[in-house]
C-alpha cells in the first residue's frame, strides 16, 4: 500500500468540531510549548522553529504525552494531567528543564540558557472552551439571564 504524502504539505492538526469539548488541555499546551519553539536547550537558534512542532496527547486517565517532531532523538514526555490543570503551571519551563536533562545539561545551565523571560501559564482552558461552547450556541430557553445581540 502507498500513502500519497507531499514533503511540503502542511500538517493538520485536530481540532474540535462545533459544540465538541475536545481536549483544551492538550490544545494549551501546544500553543504554549509552540511560542518558546527553538528556545529549549539543545535547539539551534539559526533553524526557523516549526509551527508543527509538538503534538500534545491524553495517553490516560491521568497523563498526557508530549511529541517533539523536530528532535526525534528524545524520547516523548510524560506529563501529569493534574499538572496542566494548574492555573499556574509554567509548562515551557517545566519542559525546558526535562528536555535539558534529557539532553545532558545540568539545572543550573539550563536556567542560564533561557534567554526569554518566564512565558504565561496554563491557566484555565477548561473552562475557556466551556465558556466558548456556551456562547456559541446560546441564548437558552427559560435562560434567567437576557442575552443580548451585539
Avoid at 518566564?118 to 442575552?147: A, S
Wanted: net charge negative.
Amino acid at each position: 500500500m502507498t500513502l500519497n504524502f507531499e514533503e511540503n504539505s502542511t500538517p493538520v492538526r485536530p481540532r474540535p468540531t462545533l459544540n465538541a469539548m475536545g481536549d483544551p488541555l492538550a490544545e494549551r499546551a501546544m500553543e504554549l510549548l509552540h511560542r518558546e519553539s527553538g528556545y529549549y536547550p539543545g535547539d539551534d537558534a539559526d533553524k526557523i522553529p516549526d509551527p508543527e512542532r509538538f503534538l500534545v496527547y491524553r495517553v490516560s486517565e491521568s497523563e498526557h504525552a508530549i511529541m517533539d517532531r523536530e528532535d526525534r532523538r528524545d524520547p516523548e514526555l510524560t506529563i501529569l494531567t493534574s499538572s496542566l490543570l494548574n492555573p499556574r503551571f509554567c509548562l515551557e519551563g517545566w519542559y525546558a528543564q526535562r528536555v535539558g536533562r534529557l539532553r545532558g545539561y545540568i539545572p543550573r545551565d539550563i536556567r542560564r540558557m533561557r534567554t526569554r523571560p518566564r512565558g504565561p501559564v496554563m491557566g484555565i482552558p477548561l473552562g475557556n472552551r466551556v465558556t466558548e461552547l456556551l456562547q456559541e450556541n446560546g441564548p437558552y430557553e427559560k435562560d434567567l439571564v437576557q442575552h443580548s445581540q451585539p
